[in-house]
């Protein structure tokens, strides 16, 4: 298949390739390499990438529409019989926190960026489009989480943007028939993972001898999904389904306070710990029901925590160097 991976050199996006160059697929990977976080991670895991057959990189931002239609048209001509098979929106703008303060970038990449892709798969009648979304929909909801609940009430401008986001997916469904597979991505961590994000936060800071903060009393809970796990989801999620919403998580919630038990444990250091007054927009625990995404997809998560975290901290070990000096 030729595939168009949108935030190829994302945490996610660049598994998600790697998995797709593996099967056997022409991948065309965009991403405007945003300084969200420190650009050279994304560079770390664009260079993994481009030592592959069939991967072809673009620099390209999805919420620039004339940028995004002209880099698409010479995606085609790459293509034998110039035609494009599935797109895979990857690309977004994550991350609860910053995006109460910066609202407007969250809409850009997230709303107008989605629209964008799915305006192309219109008009060259490209019959699939994967929409990677979020639990952070579901707000303070009973748990599990299931795809039928309402989720009339996020808690912050990212959740917001990503429901709109599967709004416009639904409407392009319905209106023109594409088949649209959007999936509930619960807490991803693993090896060259986001450095906003808990795990890779634990295992610098313990690693360095440094303080973790922590808002609340470490004992929120999350659904970590292991990435490879994650980017397995998604490919299975490359069928026809009509229109889907479907979780991809653990089905197990562990606190933070566990996961830095764990990573004290195999590292041998003492986490320095300070918790802080807890932050309105999070959480307190997230666990995806995962029945649907084992109906329809076949698929099911293989990476426990502990193992998710040995991989993590051998990815921290070997690349140490630029891992160590990133900002988090």
């Known amino acids: 298949m030729n595939i168009i991976v949108s935030g190829c050199a994302g945490f996610i996006g660049a598994k998600v390739c790697e998995f797709l160059l593996e099967r056997g697929d022409f991948v065309f990977g965009l991403d405007n390499m945003s300084d969200a976080y420190d650009v050279r991670l994304k560079h770390h895991r664009l260079k993994t990438l481009s030592e592959l057959e069939r991967f072809r990189f673009f620099g390209c931002d999805i919420s620039d529409n004339p940028g995004l239609l002209s880099v698409c048209e010479e995606i085609k001509g790459l293509c034998e019989g110039g035609r494009i098979d599935c797109v895979i929106n990857l690309a977004a703008r994550a991350g609860v926190r910053q995006s ?40 303070e909801n009973d748990i599990p989480f299931s795809e039928d609940m309402k989720t009339d009430y996020q808690l912050s401008p990212y959740a917001s943007s990503k429901k709109s986001a599967e709004g416009l997916c639904s409407v392009y469904n319905s ?61 299975s999620a ?26 004290e444990r ?55 160097a630029l891992a160590g000096s990133i900002e988090v």
């Open 175 to 235: 209106l023109y028939g594409i088949d649209i597979s959007v999936l509930r991505y619960f807490t991803v961590y693993g090896p060259a993972g986001r450095p906003d994000m808990s795990v890779f936060r634990f295992i610098k800071w313990i690693n360095e001898g440094e303080e973790i903060v922590i808002f609340g009393d470490g004992e929120q809970k999350r659904d970590f999904t292991y990435v490879d796990d994650i980017a397995a989801g998604t490919v």
């Open 238 to 263: 490359i069928r026809n389904l009509g229109f889907e919403i479907i979780n991809l998580g653990s089905a197990v919630s562990v606190s933070l306070n566990e996961i830095i038990d764990v990573i």
């Open 266 to 320: 195999r590292t041998g250091k003492k986490a320095k710990v300070t918790c802080g007054p807890p932050h309105p927009s999070d959480i307190r625990v997230t666990l995806a029901s995962i029945d649907k995404a084992k109906r329809i997809l076949d698929w099911e998560p293989c990476f426990d925590i502990e193992t998710g975290i040995e991989d993590s901290l051998r990815w921290y070990n070997a690349n140490r």
């Open 100 to 139: 109460i303060e910066n609202p407007w970038i969250y809409y850009s990449t997230n709303v107008t960026g989605t629209l964008n892709l799915l305006e192309f798969c219109r008009s060259e009648e490209i019959g699939k489009f994967v929409q990677a979304s979020t639990s952070s929909v579901y707000g």
